[in-house]
């Protein structure tokens, strides 16, 4: 039987020069099983120029123009968030392989390279449904990248004073956050810097969303989970007269009487998961749970 022809977008982190073997080893998979290869231009300039490496791409593309059956991100959950975003509402699975350090997201070792790329072939893999946060600022969206996988951070721009953040919930106020911040992530998101902050763990695919205060003046401030239906608006007060909004890491300048609002986007991310994970077992090694670190 002739084995069916994919197509493949490429992204990568251009800052992991010492993962060039893994590199490779995709590349050659991909040859060998006739896939039609488009690779994102500086990821496809940083393989060619820094690492010297051969590319059999179909196609170099920028921005959003490329199509896919998949989507591959070389790198840690960093470069997924990234591809994530470049991929948008497009509805192409991603798979995410694990070139840096913990790896939520991009879980695929290189070492099983190869036989996740062919269980693409033979349909032996789920496909994970995550949700989107959408971002707006005075109704208009924040940015070119207004999207976020993992969470939205309204932060202070100074390093020596907290900001206000009157945070509403459906138009009904919840309270005023004197903080340094205010996150507010997806359940994907919870085990990044929401986790770092003290809030909670929640499983993908619950249909919530979670508030996390960063460094609250106040000791009797929680985190707080809400339904993904709801609508976040933030008002924020800083003595800088302005603040940031962090979408998945990437920052924007907002001035204090800008109002933010979140909400769940009208698409979802899809992430390639072998058929045998289990998120919790993820979860467990991952956090070291159980391990005697001794």
Known sequence: MTQRKLKFALFGNIYQAKKSAAIQKVLSCLSEDGAELAVDQEYYDFLKNDQ??????ARV????????????????????????????SRNIPILGVNMG???????????DIESCLHALYIDDFVVESRAVIQVEADGEPLGSMNCALNDVAVL??????????RASIDGKHLTTY???????????????????????IIVPGTGVLLMTAVAPHSLNIRP?????TAVVTLD???RSHSFLVAIDGRSEKCREETRITLRRAPYNIQ??????NQYFTTLREKMMWGADVR
Do not use: C, H, W
């Open 52 to 57: 010297r490496i051969n590319v059999p791409a």
């Open 61 to 88: 593309f920028t921005d959003s123009d490329f199509d896919a059956d998949f989507a591959i991100s070389m790198g840690g959950d960093g470069t997924f968030l990234k591809t994530a975003n470049r991929v948008g």
């Open 101 to 111: 350090r913990l790896g939520f997201l991009a879980d695929i070792a290189p070492g």
């Open 156 to 165: 202070k721009r100074d390093t020596a004073s907290m900001i206000s953040i």
């Open 178 to 200: 004197q903080a340094d911040g205010l996150i507010v992530s997806t359940p994907t998101g919870s085990t990044a810097y929401s986790l770092s902050n003290g809030g909670p």
């Open 224 to 228: 707080i989970v809400i339904p993904d």
């Open 236 to 238: 924020v007060e800083s």
């Open 271 to 276: 992430v390639v998961k072998r058929s045998n």
